[in-house]
């Protein structure tokens, strides 16, 4: 019964409800659709907004509470698509690129389903480590340079297009927007610390939750438009999408418990652990895998994996997280 109340809980908070929104109005064929400059801006302020609160988290926390967890973070973005490529290759039957390319995607982490954790976290009280932005900031790169070497090696033995060398691929993974943008707010915040913060906390803690609210909605409509999508990658990708971060989520609940974390730390690092990207990776594997077929790492990362998660996932890895501690 108290998993059922989470559920719900989280099926009613305002991020789910304007996401549901986006789909209804992608189902219904509604006009409605962000200019592309307004859906850069709000991506950009998000990211720039976590990052900077993280780096003030870790000021306050100090370097030596925080760096096993992070190298346990980057430790789970290398092994993920490690462990998921041959899965997808086995039992899936995709091509070795296309396999690659959804493995860096599920290694690689969702910033949005972050954010939408620790909302449901804050709405139930349940306290956690505010410096776990430093994990979603070191989880991304070492995923997807993971996925582009195991994609190029295996076009390589195909005599195939390589795209992109390595060293571009790096690069993107490493200096790609949100990664960058990332990384370099939380050093800023990390340098400015709390009296940095109190500078600019008007406009990256007051708005922040309206902000998220109105990137939902578009994420809602992009979602709506790649339900079609479904029929094609097939009930394999269907049931990768919702098993494999249920497994990916434990590993990570369990790691985030290993390395010292508190009940809802360990909570986020499960659903980093669970999430897939949708907006690094996309742009990494564009460049440095052209080959793979972006109907099924979008499709599922999009339209399975980013609904799940916000919808039923979080308090499911909660869940787990409460029966690990107990």
Not at 238 to 248: K, M, R, T, W, Y
Request: glycine share 12%; with cysteine.
């Amino acid at each position: 019964m108290e998993m059922l109340d989470a559920i719900q809980a989280n099926l009613l908070s305002p991020a789910v409800l304007f996401f549901a929104l986006g789909i209804i109005a992608a189902l219904s064929k509604s006009d409605l659709k962000f200019p592309e400059p307004l859906y850069a801006g709000l991506t950009i302020y998000l990211l720039v907004a976590i990052g900077f609160k993280g780096g003030v988290a870790i000021s306050d926390a100090g370097l030596a509470k925080v760096w096993l967890p992070s190298l346990a973070a980057m430790a789970l973005g290398a092994i993920i698509p490690l462990w998921t490529y041959p899965v997808l290759r086995g039992v899936g039957r995709l091509g070795a690129v296309d396999a690659a390319a959804i493995a860096a995607h599920y290694g690689s982490v969702s910033a949005v389903t972050f954010i939408a954790a620790t909302n449901y976290l804050k709405s139930i009280n349940q306290p956690y480590e505010h410096y776990a932005t430093a994990f979603l900031a070191v989880m991304e790169s070492p995923a997807i340079l993971v996925g582009v070497v195991l994609g190029k090696l295996a076009s390589d033995r195909a005599g195939g297009a390589t795209g992109a060398s390595l060293k571009t691929a790096m690069h993107e993974a490493l200096f790609g927007r949100s990664i960058f943008l990332l990384v370099g707010a939380l050093i800023v915040g990390t340098l400015c610390g709390q009296p940095g913060m109190q500078k600019v906390e008007p406009f990256f803690v007051t708005p922040f939750q309206g902000v998220l609210a109105l990137f939902l909605l578009e994420m809602g409509i992009v979602a709506g438009r790649r339900l079609g999508d479904l029929k094609k990658v097939g009930p394999f990708l269907l049931g990768f999408g919702i098993v494999v971060p249920l497994a990916n989520g434990a590993l990570g609940v369990w790691l985030g418990k290993l390395t010292g974390l508190e009940l809802g730390g360990a909570t986020l690092m499960g659903v980093l652990s669970a999430s897939a990207s949708y907006i690094a990776a996309p742009a990494a594997i564009r460049m440095s895998l052209p080959e793979a077929n972006p109907t099924l790492y979008l499709t599922s990362s999009l339209a399975i994996t980013f609904p799940f998660n916000i919808t039923l996932g979080i308090p499911i890895y909660l869940e787990i997280a409460r029966k690990l501690y107990a």
